[in-house]
């Protein structure tokens, strides 16, 4: 099987660095800033925005516009401002509301 060297790279670094926060009190290696992949940080908010939305054994699902707002206060942790706008612009989608509040 051949394997594409850059997915892999984009691959381990979501793996590796999705928990980091922009402000550098994530995990594993307390990276800061534009120092943590860019994929590795769009994924970090995907994963912090499904976990809101989400009902788990342990908490109730949140609804878009709440998880939302928490996210974008801070509440969820530390996202690159840039990361943070494209969050927007994207969760006003018409289809991903309809989508999430189901």
């Known amino acids: 099987m051949k394997f594409n060297k850059k997915l892999v790279h984009y691959a381990y670094n ?3 660095y999705h928990h ?3 402000d550098g009190h994530g995990y594993p ?3 800061k800033s534009d120092d943590i992949p860019l994929e590795a940080q769009v994924v970090g908010l995907a994963d912090a925005y499904d ?3 989400s ?3 342990y908490k ?3 609804n878009h516009g709440e ?3 928490m996210i974008v ?3 969820c942790g530390s996202f690159s401002p840039k990361v943070i706008l494209s969050f927007i612009i994207a969760s006003m989608n018409k289809t991903w509301i309809e989508k999430v509040s189901k």
Request: glycine fraction near 8%; include cysteine.
């Open 67 to 69: 998880a939302v707002r």
């Open 60 to 62: 109730r699902k949140i």
């Open 73 to 75: 206060n801070g509440e």
């Open 51 to 53: 976990a809101l939305i």
């Open 14 to 16: 979501i793996c590796l």
């Open 29 to 31: 290696k307390g990276l």
């Open 55 to 57: 009902e788990r054994p």
């Open 20 to 22: 980091e926060r922009y």
